[in-house]
């Protein structure tokens, strides 16, 4: 008797829910919907199935509210966003999926501690995942007949939008095309931004099981189906949380960044400054007057703590000028400083002063490591004299210390995916001692976008295809071919890549030359800009710059015009979240659109580099973002 009470309580639950939710499936179907076409409902099922694999659920519950803005006001009916406030349903119970509401007010008002309350008149937008034994048969004959995509193993999608009538009934109708449009595009932004999200642990009482998130703000472009028929295919889409946070576009700075940051006070004068007490007396450079200064003699902002300044006169000259409507930003920058860093690694990682960090680690001025410090900055690049073998190469490091010119084991899969440093140096045997990471970041991170952020490289490599990649900007990279090497035995045996790398750095004796340094890796040198130089070359599938400061070169602008008419993904790496707000900025006025958002690189180099007149965060390959993906 117990069993059969069970299983009908199971099937009460999966029919009618038990937890946050309005109940089972309307009977609402797309193809009533005016002026919808098959296509776009087929977008509309793998946009939710997309959505789906990334489980949302699993962190989110409905006290959890995002903001949503996709394009302008004026592109939607009454000049306003249609549905600008979603909640996740599921997590603990009851209706699996996602509400949309007017505001965020609606939203409040509704989300009850263990159900969705009805509020009379309130219209809110359902997507709801189904189990396919409950799907109307209006559903199932459509599921059938186009061939739509399953989320998960046994669900799909059911869009529709309810209002809760005076009596406390519900009231079902078809979402309009422009309300299925708006639903498309947050789907695909919210699955692109959403894990970016960060857990904030000293919020809320210790006992409590709600799980509390940092304050968050992205920008994504989304890409319209084609079957919309709209003359701009892409949209620019804000997603928030919580909702209503924004940040204001600044005149040329920079106007997007992946934290939310607060604003300082309003006040006219500046905060106290704050003298710096540097142990060592390395030369910062004032950020309003561009003077030296030594260390322990410089002065910086009292709110942000972010920027370097000679005197306090400085200081308040800019605050006027420009920083006071920065300085918020600079503040969430720095306060991230906690999580960037790597402490995994037993070696330092500051390098304030960069030959004594070599020094300290008995490797300066030997092997590869000569790039990384201002001693050999005489010899051009790619032209470092070699003594001996991969020894000489990594300074004379111990022989547990490095790698080997030798494959992985063979019970791994190929290619090798990895996740981080730790996974690596623990498949190398290398010890957390090993200061390797801060040269290898530039090849791991090349190797990190073609098997985990691109798609199509990732499925030639799989098929034991050739990979070819457009490599620009290299510098010191053309003295680290030993370290570049270690891809072809992280390919495993799968496929192959051919890295081109371009740019003015290249010695013009080296120009032309092809380097087997691996059996499955070969690296092509040319020198010039890029949009000079393509015509010549292979199509690529690939085109990458690490380390790319788009803000700082003005050649730049070709090769992102280049890039645009290919239509081929690209990413772009830089040490700091300014540099990459900066980036951000270059690639809009290029035409190009962000689709894949400005993330910390796992591969980022674990040594934290001081620049002369910031003290943010500021890593080799620190964070990456990606275009036409």
Request: charged share 20%; glycine share 8%; net charge neutral.
């Amino acid at each position: 008797m117990d069993v059969h009470l069970k299983n009908l309580f199971t099937r009460f639950q999966e029919q009618f829910g038990s937890g946050p939710g309005l109940g089972p499936g309307s009977g609402t179907c797309l193809l009533n919907v005016e002026g919808i076409s098959p296509p776009f409902i087929k977008s509309l099922y793998r946009a939710a199935a997309a959505l789906y694999r990334t489980d949302p659920w699993k962190r989110f519950r409905p006290g959890h509210l995002f903001g949503l803005r996709i394009g302008k006001d004026s592109d939607w009916s009454g000049r306003k966003q249609p549905f600008p406030c979603v909640q996740f349903i599921g997590g603990d119970g009851g209706d699996l999926g996602f509400h949309m509401f007017r505001s965020e007010n609606d939203a409040k008002r509704m989300t009850g501690s263990r159900e969705t309350i009805r509020i009379p008149n309130v219209e809110l937008l359902r997507v709801t995942y189904e189990l396919d034994s409950l799907v109307f048969p209006s559903n199932k004959r459509m599921i059938r007949s186009l061939s739509l995509e399953l989320s998960g193993n046994d669900r799909f999608p059911v869009i529709d939008v309810a209002r809760c009538s005076s009596s406390g009934g519900l009231e079902f109708r078809n979402p309009t095309l422009e309300e299925l449009r708006f639903v498309y595009g947050a789907m695909k932004s919210i699955s692109l931004v959403h894990p970016l999200l960060q857990q904030e642990n000293d919020i809320g009482p210790k006992w409590s099981r709600v799980v509390y998130f940092e304050p968050f703000i992205e920008t994504v472009d989304v890409q319209w189906p084609p079957e919309i028929g709209k003359s701009n295919n892409l949209v620019a889409v804000t997603v928030s949380h919580p909702p209503g946070h924004g940040y204001e576009e600044k005149l040329s700075l920079q106007s997007s960044t992946p934290t939310k940051y607060p604003e300082p006070g309003k006040e006219e004068t500046p905060p106290e400054n704050v003298r710096v007490k540097s142990p060592n007396l390395d030369l910062r450079h004032c950020e309003m007057c561009e003077k030296e200064v030594h260390g322990e003699e410089s002065v910086n902002c009292n709110w942000c703590c972010g920027v370097v300044y000679c005197s306090a006169l400085c200081q308040k000259q800019h605050w006027k000028e420009s920083h006071k409507t920065l300085c918020g930003l600079y503040k969430a920058m720095m306060d991230r400083e906690e999580e960037l860093t790597m402490k995994i690694f037993a070696f330092p990682s500051s390098r304030d002063q960069p030959c004594q960090w070599l020094e300290s680690l008995g490797i300066h001025q030997k092997g590869m490591w000569r790039r990384k410090c201002s001693c050999y900055s005489h010899c051009p690049f790619g032209l470092l004299p070699v003594n001996g073998g991969l020894w000489d190469s990594w300074g004379g490091l111990d022989d547990d210390d490095y790698p080997h010119d030798s494959p992985f084991q063979n019970n791994l899969s190929s290619p090798i995916l990895l996740s981080g440093w730790s996974e690596y140096y623990n498949l190398r045997s290398l010890p957390m001692s090993s200061p390797i990471a801060d040269i290898l970041s530039h090849p791991l991170t090349l190797y990190y976008i073609l098997t985990s952020l691109s798609v199509s490289p990732k499925n030639l490599l799989l098929k034991g295809k050739e990979v070819i990649v457009h490599y620009l900007g290299p510098e010191g990279e053309l003295d680290w071919m030993p370290a570049f090497a270690e891809i072809g035995h992280l390919l495993n045996g799968m496929g192959n890549v051919e890295i081109v790398m371009v740019g003015t750095g290249v010695p013009t004796n080296l120009s032309g030359t092809t380097l087997g340094i691996s059996s499955r890796v070969r690296v092509n040198l040319v020198r010039g800009f890029y949009q000079e130089e393509a015509t010549y070359l292979t199509s690529p599938h690939l085109v990458v710059a690490l380390n790319c400061g788009l803000e700082k070169y003005g050649s730049w602008g070709g090769a992102l015009d280049l890039i645009k008419s290919m239509g081929v993904p690209a990413f772009f790496t830089d040490q700091s979240e300014i540099s990459c707000a900066n980036a951000k900025q270059v690639l809009r006025s290029a035409g190009l659109h962000i689709t894949q958002p400005v993330t910390p690189n796992p591969f980022r180099s674990p040594v934290r580099n001081r620049e002369p007149s910031s003290n943010l965060p500021s890593y080799s390959n620190g964070f990456v973002l990606g275009v036409n993906t």
